[in-house]
């Protein structure tokens, strides 16, 4: 074991989870519903039908979960706030009960030594507010702010990091314009109005987080993709150009540099709000402390007339290694990812906030092992690219994995895993994979186990 993949003092080692994959109890203690506890319900949304009204059922075991990550060696946790638990209606109404479970989870990851992380808004809009139309309603932003007041006052003395949005481009391409995702909108004409309104939203959090906090920092959290051409063709170089602009430069263009991504009224068409887009700018570009990076895989990019509206789709790479979701494992990219959001947007602090693969995991055995080398591997060659982009200039403050249990994974139930502990849906056993072990030897090394042979 050398130093050769040492990370540096004060890198923060983590994992992460969302409230409705892994909490459970979706009404419990006054909580109101959210839209993925209506869109799960919905025949045909989800897989088998599945939802999260048990899934991991963290709300009751959170306990267990927090010694669990202190068995780790977690030096922080990641988790998401449930809106409608601490505000049933939305707005207005704050519920004691909601409040008080927040509350024991970030005591008892204090007192374990873990820092807790929170994430304002993962997907879960209250109903309530969707009812008002949700993020097609230009007032959504002055109900984030609301909502970032309250958890700010009830959690900032002692959460100092916080981000406002998880993956925005998820929530407007999924829950928008494709249908996949909650709310199921399938409407060219709504995304690009979600996408500014849930960016309008990121920036009336920043102000009310520093209206509110005494000290701590807020970032954005943004799914990243690399786009790269299939081949050398004008069309297949056409269609990275618009995927990168759709998926990566869409949020992060406004967010850091105060303008839009051309190539969007081209992906849209008369349906680019270009005054409305352009008058969100200036609420929209707020300064932050830190970007989130939630990295999976690159885009291997060609054109196809068939993927509207980007015209653009995955070409699959013969003998490359793909997780059960379909994402190709090639780690190099993620280096270039995140010195490309250091050259693009200035050398400012980075986390990777998500980072791991869903793979089919053996049944626990007899001994309660869970051998799961896929993913160690995925795990150890991620580790070497991030640190391969530290040695390279990249500000890069911590690493979260993705996730520290295998839970509800939204529309596709509860079919695939990405956890590094094995979660038994029936009996809710907890069960650490070898890709926790390995995880927790690269915590207590501070990196240095990632140059052992595997």
């Known amino acids: 074991m050398t130093d050769r993949y040492r990370f540096p003092d004060g890198f923060l080692w983590g994992a ?11 009404l419990a203690d006054g909580a109101g519903h959210n839209i993925w506890h209506r869109f799960a319900r919905t025949p045909g949304r989800t897989a088998n039908g599945e939802s999260g009204e048990v899934a991991c059922d963290h709300y009751r075991r959170y306990a267990d979960d927090v010694a669990l990550m202190a068995d780790l060696g977690l030096a922080a946790y990641r988790f998401s706030l449930a809106w409608a638990r601490l505000l049933p209606d939305g707005t207005g109404r704050v519920n004691p009960g909601g409040v008080a479970f927040y509350d024991r989870l970030i005591d008892a990851l204090l007192a374990r030594g873990i820092t807790p992380v929170a994430t304002l808004f993962h997907w879960d809009l209250p109903v309530a507010l969707d009812d008002r139309g949700g993020w097609l309603n230009p007032e959504s932003a002055d ?9 700010v006052r009830a959690y900032g003395d002692r959460v100092k990091r916080w981000a406002t949005l998880n993956e925005p481009w998820v929530v407007s391409d999924g829950g928008y314009l494709h249908g996949a995702l909650a709310p199921g909108h399938r409407n060219i004409f709504e995304a690009p109005l979600a996408s500014i309104n849930l960016m309008r939203a990121h920036g009336a959090g920043v102000q009310a987080f520093r209206a509110t906090a005494r000290d701590g920092e807020i970032g954005l959290v943004v799914n990243l993709e690399p786009k790269v051409a299939a081949s050398d063709s004008a069309s297949d170089v056409a269609a990275v150009r618009r995927a990168d602009a759709y998926m990566n430069r869409q949020y992060l263009d406004p967010a850091l540099l105060g303008s839009w991504p051309a190539e ?53 790479q013969p003998q490359h290694l793909y997780t059960d979701v379909g994402w190709e494992v090639y780690a190099p990219a993620l280096t270039d990812t ?95 994979k ?21």
Do not use: M
């Open 143 to 151: 109900w984030f702010a609301e909502y970032t007041q309250v958890a």
């Open 434 to 454: 070898d890709s926790a072990r390995f995880y927790r030897e690269v915590i207590r090394s501070h990196g240095r186990s990632l140059d052992a042979p595997p």
């Open 16 to 26: 992460a989870t969302s409230a409705y994959q892994i909490e459970g109890s979706p």
């Open 264 to 316: 969007l009224a081209e992906i849209f068409g008369e349906a680019w709000p270009t005054d409305v887009a352009n008058a969100a700018l200036p609420l929209i570009c707020q300064p932050i402390d830190f970007v989130g990076v939630n990295w999976y895989t690159r885009g291997v990019t060609r054109h196809d007339p068939g993927a509207w509206p980007v015209y653009a789709a995955p070409a699959r």
């Open 338 to 432: 995140l010195i490309w959001v250091t050259e693009r947007y200035g050398r400012r602090p980075i986390y990777i906030t998500e980072n791991g693969a869903a793979l089919q995991d053996p049944p626990v055995a007899r001994d309660g092992r869970v051998q799961d080398p896929l993913r160690v591997d995925y795990l150890r060659d991620h580790l070497i690219a991030a640190h391969d982009a530290i040695a390279r200039g990249v500000d890069l403050r911590g690493y979260f994995a993705w996730s520290l249990l295998d839970n509800y994974e939204w529309s596709l139930g509860f079919s695939k895993r990405f956890g590094i502990v094995h979660v038994n849906y029936q009996t809710q056993e907890r069960t650490p």
